[in-house]
């Protein structure tokens, strides 16, 4: 056997499987790790996102610091990162657990950009997207349950939040997988962490947890 024949020999199905996979998980990071609402700070405003409002770099700062229309911009952004983020992983033909895994590092991404000094948001929309493609029929769930908090509490970034907990389960009842489940509640669980010391900050300053969770509008802003 030559040396051209050993150096081009074929990789095996094993190492190739696990090239995709390395590659869905990078660009998973990547994907999500893209500052949409940063730069629709800068463009706009000139202003830094993270250093105005709930200085959270996320579609609903934008919302109430920059405008409408630049808020839902950002937000179908956040939202097809996580669904892209998860299609391209399924592109490559990596297996469904695999597929899930790119589905939480591009949360990690939005939440830790490289070019942002690792400082991002935190992963709402993006969580939207992943959970929307991985369980579509879940969508009609998401957005009655959005809808009744929302009219509820008046409080926009909370009825979103909790909304997700619907696709919990839609993943059980539904599509009857364990994995989808799980992925949905380890979602919920960074959501979870990411945003209590913003609800610990809102608490101060209302004086109590009544005015944090009931609003008077959606545009109050603690």
Known sequence: MTWYAVYSAPA???????????????????IGSFPSAYLMGRFREGIDIRRVGSRNMGAMNVFYEIGFIEGLIVLALDIG???????????????????????????FGHMFPPFLGFR???????????????MPWGIPFYLA??????????????????????????????????????????????LGAGYIPRLLEMRAKAGDWRRVFFRKSTKERL
């Open 120 to 134: 991002g948001g935190r992963g709402g929309a993006t969580s939207i997207g992943v959970l929307a493609y991985v």
């Open 145 to 190: 349950t959005f809808g009744l908090l929302l009219l509820i509490s008046r409080y926009a970034t909370l009825s979103y939040g909790i909304a997700l907990v619907s696709f919990l389960f839609v993943g059980w009842l539904f599509y009857h997988k364990v994995e989808f489940v799980i992925l949905t509640a380890v979602l919920l669980l960074i």
């Open 81 to 107: 990162k996580g669904a892209g983020a998860v299609a391209l992983a399924r592109y490559l033909g990596v297996s469904e657990v695999f597929q899930l895994t790119a589905g939480v590092v591009v949360i």
């Open 12 to 30: 095996s199905p094993e190492v190739t499987q696990f090239g995709f996979i390395i590659l869905a998980v990078i660009l998973a990071y990547l």
